[in-house]
């Protein structure tokens, strides 16, 4: 019998007690093999990376998307698009008729196209699946590996990552700033320790804000943001904002700031913006800003207005400079090479495409125009023609200011078919005599309401050039290549602060034309006064002498005979009356003569108007009278009732029997009213014809 032991004793076991024995959770029967199988796939996904496996789908997945839309080819939109117009036009017969006959078009074109594109992708699998099943009847491995290559291969090149590398690691860029919109980078965003470098390794716009904004803090320009960045064919354009004082420190510092992009010459080109005072358009330019600018627009004989606006040419920002030229006093102002015979041209092109406008060009040195010669109407060379040219249109304006009241029309004359504008065009204004340039001062001051506008042209604004610091006092602006004197001359003595740099252009040479033809411009109607660059449209000379022949051949503008008949009794200005002493004698002969239209016409080699030759009649025949008494008497003018009694004496039969009043009636259709002959005799002023104007109507 045994016997029991001690409950203190040890239990001699192999089996820890139930205290001390480990509790373990219930797990799933799995959960053992889950890390293996994570590494399965961890695997499985690296090799499939490695073989571009997500590649391959993804090109094949373009691949289908591509010839879904290849095979739809925009035909469900337009068939839908049809549709849709269809319920819009309900009402109109002839509307959905028509619409829907281009549905059934569009339907029968669009299985017509799905027809032709299945086809070819039939012909295309069937010579795929040809060679796939000739390998494998075949058992060639060779031939079923290389089509397996050659179909991994499409699939990987067709889903390649085509995202381009950026240079944020290279500019120092934060990964971040470097998608932000329209490259906006203030101050604050500037990645410390980042250093100036060249534009042209900028590749984002906010990397190229960047690239502005460390050039001007190291040039010290107070700029605080750069926004808007956009890039351009020619390079970058973005607005910038200064946080004291003005945008003028931009366009100091533009030389060091060419040097901090390692731009070329002039390729820094601040425009403060008027809106804002603050900021500016700031453009860096490294290649040709006017390279895609459009060409001259074809204008046919008379198919547009004095008073449409036109195109004439293309600012750096390539929007269009359009101007209307009605009642607009102009100033051209280019060096030699500047361009300023191609911008005379431009806007002669448009003025002689008018129905409603007469171009005069008036040039005593140069031949103005030049190929729009048949275009134009009285051509001015010498200087007597320019004078007499310049005097004829002082007269008429200040006839017409006397007839608008009698018409009607205002304020200012109303241009017309019937009563039209006309546009003198004077180059070489320097060049003129010290008359033709009163008379065009004269003209300028009273021009504009009466319909007679003059555009002068210099190589200089400066008073040197001018005579008279008349500049900034004519409305509308444009200069090309000049000195920088002649900036402040025309734009005024702040200009180049505000960015009116035309002194920044480059003439043209005999081999290239550099900036010819190039302008800053103001007081273009309906256009803020924005200191822009244009380019005006360069057209040849074939191009110009095939426009003029056409005009010349649809007509050109004559002048109305309401104003011819108002300048004939006005005053003429005192400095071109001839002066007398005190018995009466000549003591200085008049230095210009005022001349009818016909004359004129005659004067400067113009065609004549038709129907104004002074045939034989009646009328020829009493200028012819005139002249003779004239002539024996041995004067150069005659009071109106000595004339008369001269004529009495010269042939009694014809004129024995006429009045005064009658002899001014049968002279008015061909010489015009009684002038003013200056003294004669103890009468101071009176009223008569001259010999030298009677002599021009033979």
């Known amino acids: 019998m045994a016997m029991p032991l001690p409950e203190n004793r040890a239990t001699l076991t192999l089996v820890p007690p139930a205290a001390r024995a480990p509790i373990f959770k219930a797990e799933p029967a799995a959960s053992k093999e889950a890390k293996p199988l994570r590494v399965v796939a961890e695997c499985t996904n690296r090799v499939a990376q490695m073989t571009l496996l997500p590649h391959t789908l993804r090109g094949y997945r373009q691949l289908g998307r591509r010839w879904l839309t290849r095979f739809h080819d925009d035909y469900p939109q337009l068939i839908a698009s049809t549709d849709q117009a269809i319920r819009e036009a309900a009402g109109d017969v002839t509307a959905e008729a028509r619409l829907q006959d281009r549905r059934a078009e569009l339907r029968t074109e669009y299985w017509r196209h799905r027809l032709t594109f299945t086809g070819k992708t039939a012909g295309v699998a069937t010579a795929v699946a040809g060679g796939v099943g000739f390998g494998a009847v075949t058992g060639s491995l060779w031939l079923d590996l290389v089509a397996g290559i050659g179909a991994w291969g499409i699939g990987a090149f067709h889903g390649r990552d085509r995202s381009q590398p950026d240079a944020d690691t290279v500019l120092g860029l934060p990964a971040d700033d470097a998608t932000r919109a329209h490259g906006s980078v203030t101050l604050y965003d500037l990645p410390e320790g980042a250093r100036p470098f060249p534009i042209r390794r900028a590749e984002t716009p906010q990397q190229a804000a960047v690239c502005v904004l460390l050039a001007m803090v190291a040039e010290n320009v107070p700029v605080v943001e750069v926004w808007d960045m956009e890039r351009q064919p020619w390079g970058w354009q973005c607005k910038v904002r200064v946080g004291e004082n003005t945008p003028e420190a931009i366009i100091a510092k533009a030389g060091g700031l060419e040097t901090r992009f390692d731009l070329p010459t002039n390729g820094v080109r601040p425009q403060p913006m008027v809106e804002r005072r603050a900021c500016a358009i700031l453009r860096l330019v490294e290649g040709n800003p006017f390279a895609t600018a459009p060409g001259l627009p074809y204008r046919a004989p008379k198919s547009i207005?004095?008073?449409?606006?036109?195109?004439?040419?293309?600012?750096?920002?390539?929007?269009?400079?359009?101007?209307?030229?009605?009642?607009?006093?102009?100033?051209?102002?280019?060096?030699?090479?500047?361009?300023?015979?191609?911008?005379?041209?431009?806007?002669?092109?448009?003025?002689?495409?008018?129905y409603d406008n007469i171009t005069i060009?008036?040039?005593?040195?140069?031949?103005?125009?030049?190929?729009?010669?048949?275009?134009?109407?009285?051509?001015?060379?010498?200087?007597?023609?320019?004078?007499?040219?310049?005097?004829?249109?002082?007269?008429?304006?200040?006839?017409?200011?006397?007839?608008?009241?009698?018409?009607?029309?205002?304020?200012?004359?109303?241009?017309?078919?019937?009563?039209?504008?006309?546009?003198?065009?004077?180059?070489?204004?320097?060049?003129?005599s010290e008359l033709a340039k009163r008379l065009a001062f004269e003209l300028l001051l009273v021009g504009r309401k009466e319909a007679v506008t003059l555009i002068i042209a210099s190589q200089g604004g400066t008073k040197l050039y001018l005579g008279e610091n008349i500049a900034q006092m004519i409305a509308l602006k444009a200069v090309g290549p000049c000195k920088v004197g002649d900036t402040r001359a025309v734009f005024g003595d702040g200009a180049v602060a505000e960015g009116w740099l035309p002194h920044k252009l480059s003439p043209a040479t005999d081999t290239d034309p550099k900036d010819a033809g190039h302008i800053f411009v103001q007081g273009v109607p309906g256009m803020a006064d924005e200191p822009i660059e244009y380019a005006i449209h360069e057209t040849p000379s074939e191009t110009l002498r095939k426009l003029a022949a056409e005009r010349l051949e649809a007509g050109l503008v004559e002048p109305d005979q309401?104003?011819?008949?108002?300048?004939?009794?006005?005053?003429?200005?005192?400095?071109?009356?001839?002066?007398?002493?005190?018995?009466?004698?000549?003591?200085?002969?008049?230095?210009?003569?005022?001349?009818?239209?016909?004359?004129?016409?005659?004067?400067?080699?113009?065609?004549?108007?038709?129907?104004?030759?002074?045939?034989?009649?009646?009328?020829?025949?009493?200028?012819?009278?005139?002249?003779?008494?004239?002539?024996?008497?041995?004067?150069?003018?005659?009071?109106?009732?000595?004339?008369?009694?001269?004529?009495?004496?010269?042939?009694?039969?014809?004129?024995?029997?006429?009045?005064?009043?009658?002899?001014?009636?049968?002279?008015?259709p061909v010489a015009g009213e009684p002038v003013t002959l200056g003294p004669i005799g103890i009468e101071k002023n009176p009223r008569g014809f001259k010999l030298a104007k009677l002599t021009n109507l033979l």
Not at 416 to 422: A, Q, R
Request: glycine share 10%.
């Open 305 to 354: 207005s004095i008073t449409d606006k036109s195109r004439l040419g293309t600012s750096v920002g390539g929007d269009p400079l359009e101007a209307a030229f009605a009642g607009v006093m102009g100033l051209v102002v280019a060096a030699s090479g500047g361009g300023k015979t191609g911008m005379l041209q431009a806007i002669g092109e448009v003025t002689t495409a008018c």
């Open 361 to 432: 060009d008036l040039d005593p040195h140069g031949d103005g125009l030049e190929d729009l010669y048949d275009a134009v109407r009285v051509t001015g060379r010498s200087h007597s023609q320019i004078e007499s040219v310049l005097l004829f249109f002082l007269m008429l304006s200040k006839g017409r200011a006397r007839l608008r009241a009698k018409l009607g029309m205002g304020k200012k004359w109303q241009i017309s078919k019937e009563h039209p504008h006309f546009t003198v065009i004077f180059d070489e204004f320097p060049k003129g």
């Open 562 to 668: 309401d104003s011819l008949d108002a300048m004939r009794s006005v005053d003429l200005p005192e400095y071109v009356e001839a002066e007398y002493d005190k018995d009466g004698d000549l003591k200085k002969p008049a230095p210009v003569e005022l001349l009818t239209w016909d004359q004129l016409l005659r004067l400067c080699d113009a065609a004549p108007t038709a129907g104004a030759e002074l045939e034989a009649s009646p009328a020829r025949t009493l200028i012819e009278d005139a002249v003779a008494v004239m002539e024996k008497a041995g004067v150069d003018r005659m009071k109106t009732e000595t004339l008369l009694l001269a004529l009495r004496d010269y042939d009694p039969t014809a004129y024995g029997e006429m009045a005064v009043d009658e002899l001014r009636t049968r002279l008015k």
